[in-house]
């Protein structure tokens, strides 16, 4: 416990000793920590839910922000790490990071990004034939998509590591225009709570303004999922995810910042949804 008082920052820990179980959640809830109990009543824990499927386990709940569960023979206590503040829950999970299968924050992976792929077609539609997901995680973005979009989805074969380098393949293959969709905002700073991102100088969001990167990438044309509405489609629950990603403005400032915020983002873990017309 006094350990864990004096670290700053995202983290889901568990710990394991002879007689016990502990998990803990930082005050923030940055990252998502479950708990879960297999047949035998044996307790366990995990990041995403989808593991506890794995394992025949059922969800029971999550490790709230700040909280220690300390789980032994005599059964399961909660211990309250500190007085937590609003949370902080990271929106990449439901963008990026988590399987769709999975809840999440307590929403359905699944249901946020078929929704993000919704708004996109809502706010950025293009005359198009066919919408193609790259990489995987932006299958059911491109399902949104396509859905709202009226338009046939097909599962993509491309693999590649930069958007130019698939832009290219799709024209290559014979399509005449190529229309990309991000299912995210642009981003423009740094994760410090738990991903590996570059510094904002590297991050192409933070130095290109969205026409220069899809001149650079050869795109007809860019869209991203604007930030005001991520917001208005979390609803009731916007104040409680971190942007910071996306804005620059961190829950828990960093020791050494390494930000140079723009007018203008990593595009490598952005490419959720491509629209193709033929």
């Not at 824990?45 to 386990?57: H, W």
């Not at 991203?224 to 828990?252: H, I």
């Amino acid at each position: 416990m006094e350990a864990c008082e004096t670290l700053e920052g995202a983290y889901s820990l568990v710990f394991l000793s002879e007689d016990k179980v502990i998990a803990v959640r930082d005050p923030f809830g940055f990252r998502p920590l479950v708990m879960g109990r297999r047949k035998n009543g044996a307790v366990v824990f995990a990041s995403e839910t989808c593991a506890l499927d794995l394992i025949e386990a059922t969800y029971e709940r999550e490790v709230q922000a700040g909280e220690v569960l300390v789980v032994d023979h005599t059964g399961t206590q909660s211990l309250c790490l500190v007085s937590h503040p609003q949370p902080k829950q990271c929106i990449f999970e439901h963008i990026y990071f988590a399987l769709p299968n999975s809840i999440v924050f307590g929403k359905s992976v699944y249901e946020s990004r078929r929704k993000f792929g919704e708004l996109l077609a809502t706010v950025f539609p293009v005359d198009c034939d066919v919408v193609i997901a790259v990489p995987d995680s932006g299958v059911v973005a491109a399902l949104g998509y396509a859905e709202k979009a009226g338009v046939p989805f097909q599962q993509g074969l491309i693999r590649g590591t930069t958007s130019s380098k698939i832009v290219r393949l799709i024209k290559e293959a014979g399509a005449k225009e190529v229309h990309m969709r991000i299912a995210c905002p642009p981003i423009v700073a740094s994760c410090y709570y738990g991903v590996d991102t570059p510094s904002s100088e590297e991050l192409i969001s933070n130095r290109m303004s969205v026409e220069e990167i899809r001149e650079f990438i050869g795109s007809d044309s860019l869209a991203f999922l604007p930030l005001e509405r991520l917001n208005m489609l979390m609803g009731t629950q916007a104040p409680n995810y971190c942007y910071a990603c996306f804005s620059g403005n961190y829950p828990v400032q960093p020791h050494q910042l390494k930000l140079n915020l723009p007018h203008h983002a990593f595009l490598k873990n952005q490419e959720q949804v491509n629209v193709v017309s033929v």
